[in-house]
C-alpha cells in the first residue's frame, strides 16, 4: 500500500481487513481512523504511526512488542487492543473504538473543574495505571488526549506502551525526545529511566490542570517547560484557585515532587491517597492538616551529624507515631557533647564523671568543717571506677528499656499488622478468594449502586487497602449493585400532580412542564415525556421534562365563499379542519364555487367539520316534445313545465320546429320557439 496523507487514507484498505471511513484525530506520533473490520463486521478505532519514527525495522519489532504487551491489559478502563501489523510502509495498531469525547474535550469546557469531579475522573485513571502497573506495563505518555469518556461518564486509557516503542525508535536514531512536555516526568526529560512514578508525576500534573485551568508550567519553547520539570516544582493548585482544602494541595505536591522516591510508588498508592482526599472532600472537610501533613512528600534524610559538631545524638526506638513518652534531647553550645533521654517522663543522663555529682553538672565542692577549713571527703580506693562502672550500667539498662519499649511499641503499633490486601474492583468471588488465600475472613457488608464499578465487583472494603489488619480478621466489602438506573414510567394522561408522585416513587424528578395542544389527550393531562423514551434506563433523580395537554387547539377559521370547490377543500384540510362539501342549485352562482360556508368566522376546534355549500350551477328541466301538437296545446304544455312559448305563425297551427329541441335540459323560464304551418 502506497504511503498516503491523512485525508487519502478514506476508503483505504489497510491489510485487506480495515476500511478506513473518517479520520478522527492526528496526534504527535500517529493518526487516529474510524474503520470498519470487514472481517468481523464492527467499527474499530485504526491508529497509523507517523513515518520517520527511527528505524523501520527496529521500531516495527518494539512496536510489535509493545502493542502485544497493552494487549494484554483487559480491564473496563484500558481501551483494548484488538490488533497490530503492518501493510507496507504502514504500521498500524486497531483498538476498541470508544465514543463520546477526550478529557482535553471536557476540560476545554469545564476548567477549572470542581475539585470532587476532577478527582472522580483521575480516580478511574488511577484504577487503569493500577491494572498496568501490576502488569509491570509503565505507560509512559498519560495526558488527557489518551484519557476517553465515555457518553455515559466512564474512563478509558489509551495507548498503553505506544510511547515507549516510539521513544525507544528515536532514542536508537538521535532524535528528539518525544512526549507531551506538560507533563513529563523529571527523570524523563534527563533521561534517567521510567517506572511507574513517571506514570504518577504525569497524573499530577494533569490533576493540577483540571483543578486550576492551566497548565503548572509555561516558557517560551517546549524545551524549557521540559526543563522547568527538572529545576522547578509544580506549585500548589490553591495558588492559582484559592480556596483549594490543604489536602488537596498535599497531594499534588506528592504526585508531583521533583524526586521520584518522595513520590507515591505506584498507581495504587496514589489511589489510596486520592481516595483519603475524596473522603474528606465528600464530608466537607475544608482543611485538615493532619492529612495533608500526611500526604505531602516526606523530607530528604538529614545526614547525621559528624562527630566534631556540636551535638552528640543519642538513638531511640519508638512505637508508631513515635510516642510523646519517649523523647531525644540534643545539647548544644556550652553543653556540647552531651544527650539527654527522656522514657516515660523520666530523665536518664550519662553517667557523671569521678567527683561530680550524677544529679548536677559540675562537680560537687569539697565539704569544710565548722571552723571554715576545706577537708577532702574521705573516699575508698577503687571509688572511682565503681562510679564509672555504675554509671555505665545504667546507662546500658536505660538503653535496653527504651530498646525494649520501641519495639513493643513497634509490635503492638505496627509489627502484629499487615498491610490489608486490595480487593478493589474484583468480583465477589475473586475477593473472597483472595482474602481467604492471605488469611482473612471475607464478609459483605453491603451492596450500593455504583457509576464506575461494575455488577458485583467490590467497590470498596474496610479496611481499606494497605491498612492495618490483623492475621485472620474479617475484611467487610461494599459490593456493586452496578449503575442505579430507574425506568421511565409511561405518564400519558396523568395530571401533573399525579405524575410527580409517580416519578418520585420511582425515584426520579419532575422536571420542566411544557404545554401543547393535543387532539386526544384532555387539557391539564399529560401527553409525554421529552428527551427520554417511556422504558429508558436513567440515573436517579433524573429530572423528567412533560409535555402538558391544553386539550384541542382553537383554530382561525377562513371564509372561503366565492372560491372555487378545490380551493375551499384544500385551504380548510391544511388549516386542520375537516371540510364537509354540500351542493346545491344556484341561478346565481356558477357551478363548482362556493355559494356558502358555516360557520364562516371565528374560531373552531382541530380537526371539527367545517361546511361549505358548493353550487351546481341552475336547476335543470327536461324540456316538453311538442312537435306534431297543436299551436294551443304546445303553449298550454310548455307554460305548464315553466318555459315561455313563442309560437310563430297564424292561427291554430300544428308545431313542426321546436327550439330548444324537446328533451334538453333548460332551466326554467327558457324561451321555446315553436313554428308551425
Known amino acids: 500500500m502506497a504511503v498516503v496523507g491523512d485525508d487519502a487514507m478514506i476508503g483505504q484498505l489497510v491489510h485487506d481487513r480495515y476500511r478506513i471511513v473518517e479520520f478522527i484525530a492526528r496526534g504527535g506520533m500517529a493518526s487516529v481512523f474510524r474503520a470498519q473490520d470487514t472481517r468481523l463486521d464492527r467499527e474499530v478505532a485504526v491508529k497509523i504511526m507517523h513515518q520517520g519514527l527511527g528505524d523501520p525495522e527496529q521500531f516495527t519489532e518494539r512496536f510489535q512488542r509493545e502493542a502485544k504487551s497493552a494487549a494484554r491489559l483487559n480491564h473496563r478502563n484500558v481501551v ?38 476532577a478527582l472522580d475522573l483521575v480516580e478511574q485513571v488511577l484504577i487503569a495505571l493500577v491494572a498496568a502497573h501490576d502488569a509491570g506495563i509503565v505507560h509512559r505518555d498519560i ?104 489536602y488537596v494541595d498535599a497531594l499534588v505536591a506528592r504526585a508531583t515532587s521533583r524526586d521520584r522516591d518522595r513520590r507515591s510508588a505506584d498507581a495504587r498508592v496514589l489511589l489510596q491517597q486520592l481516595r483519603q482526599v475524596q473522603r474528606a ?15 505531602r512528600p516526606s523530607l530528604p534524610p538529614v ?26 534531647v540534643r545539647g548544644s553550645g556550652a553543653g556540647a557533647g552531651t544527650s539527654t533521654m527522656v522514657l516515660g517522663g523520666a530523665t536518664a543522663r550519662p553517667p557523671a564523671p569521678p567527683g561530680q555529682d550524677p544529679t548536677r553538672g559540675a562537680p560537687s565542692p569539697p565539704r569544710r568543717p565548722a571552723n571554715g577549713a576545706a577537708t577532702a571527703a574521705p573516699k575508698p580506693p577503687g571509688d572511682n571506677r565503681q562510679h564509672s562502672r555504675r554509671g555505665r550500667v545504667l546507662l546500658i539498662l536505660a538503653l535496653l528499656l527504651t530498646l525494649l519499649a520501641g519495639l513493643g511499641g513497634w509490635y503492638f503499633g505496627i509489627g502484629r499488622y499487615d498491610p490489608a490486601p486490595s480487593l478493589v474492583n474484583m468480583t465477589e468471588q475473586q475477593a473472597k478468594t483472595e482474602a481467604e488465600q492471605a488469611g482473612y475472613s471475607f464478609t459483605v457488608g453491603s451492596r450500593d449502586f455504583s457509576e464506575t464499578v461494575p455488577l458485583g465487583s467490590v467497590i470498596s472494603t474496610n479496611p481499606d487497602p494497605g491498612d492495618r489488619i490483623l492475621p485472620g480478621d474479617t475484611i467487610e466489602a461494599v459490593v456493586s449493585k452496578g449503575p442505579e438506573r430507574y425506568g421511565v414510567p409511561d405518564l400519558r394522561g396523568k395530571t401533573v400532580e399525579e405524575a410527580q408522585a409517580i416519578l418520585e416513587d420511582t425515584k426520579l424528578e419532575l422536571g420542566t412542564t411544557r404545554e401543547d395542544y393535543d387532539q386526544e389527550v ?156
Open 143 to 246: 495526558k488527557p488526549e489518551n484519557v476517553l469518556i465515555t457518553p455515559d461518564g466512564n474512563v478509558k486509557v489509551a495507548d498503553f506502551g505506544l510511547a515507549r516503542a516510539v521513544s525507544s525508535a528515536t532514542t536508537a536514531t538521535g532524535k528528539t525526545l518525544i512526549g507531551t512536555v506538560s507533563y513529563l516526568a523529571p527523570e524523563v526529560v534527563v533521561n534517567a529511566g521510567t517506572d511507574a512514578r513517571s506514570d504518577v508525576y504525569a497524573v499530577g500534573a494533569m490533576t493540577y490542570e483540571m483543578l486550576t485551568g492551566v497548565k503548572p508550567h509555561h516558557a517560551d519553547s517546549p524545551i524549557q517547560v521540559a526543563y522547568k520539570h527538572v529545576h522547578e516544582d509544580i506549585g500548589p493548585p490553591s495558588d492559582a484557585r484559592p480556596g483549594l482544602p490543604d
Open 303 to 328: 545526614p547525621m551529624p559528624d562527630g566534631d559538631e556540636d551535638t552528640a545524638p543519642v538513638g531511640v526506638v519508638s512505637g508508631a507515631g513515635d510516642s510523646a513518652d519517649t523523647e531525644l
Open 522 to 677: 384532555p387539557a391539564g393531562q399529560i401527553i409525554g415525556v421529552e428527551g427520554v423514551a417511556v422504558g429508558d434506563q436513567v440515573k436517579r433523580d433524573t429530572a423528567i421534562d412533560v409535555v402538558v395537554s391544553l386539550g384541542r387547539e382553537p383554530l382561525d377559521v377562513t371564509d372561503y365563499t366565492g372560491q372555487s370547490k378545490d380551493a375551499a377543500v384544500s385551504g380548510l384540510t391544511a388549516a386542520g379542519f375537516s371540510p364537509q362539501v354540500q351542493e346545491a342549485f344556484s341561478e346565481n352562482v356558477a357551478p363548482g364555487i362556493v355559494i356558502s360556508q358555516d360557520p364562516s368566522s371565528g374560531q373552531v376546534l382541530r380537526g371539527d367539520p367545517v361546511t361549505i355549500t358548493v353550487s351546481k350551477g341552475p336547476e335543470l328541466f327536461a324540456v316538453p316534445d311538442v312537435v306534431g301538437k297543436k299551436r294551443n296545446e304546445a303553449v298550454e304544455a310548455l307554460e305548464a313545465a315553466g318555459f315561455v312559448a313563442d309560437p310563430i305563425g297564424r292561427g291554430n297551427f300544428t308545431v313542426i320546429i321546436q327550439s330548444p329541441g324537446g328533451s334538453s335540459m333548460q332551466k326554467k323560464g327558457t324561451t321555446v320557439s315553436i313554428t308551425g304551418l
Open 80 to 117: 483494548a487492543v484488538f490488533d497490530q501489523g503492518s501493510d507496507g510502509p504502514i504500521t498500524y495498531l486497531v483498538m476498541e473504538l470508544v465514543p463520546g469525547r477526550t478529557l482535553r474535550d471536557v476540560m476545554r469546557h469545564e476548567s477549572p473543574m470542581p475539585t470532587l469531579r
Open 281 to 295: 472532600l465528600r464530608e466537607g472537610v475544608e482543611d485538615d492538616p493532619e492529612l495533608a501533613a500526611d500526604l
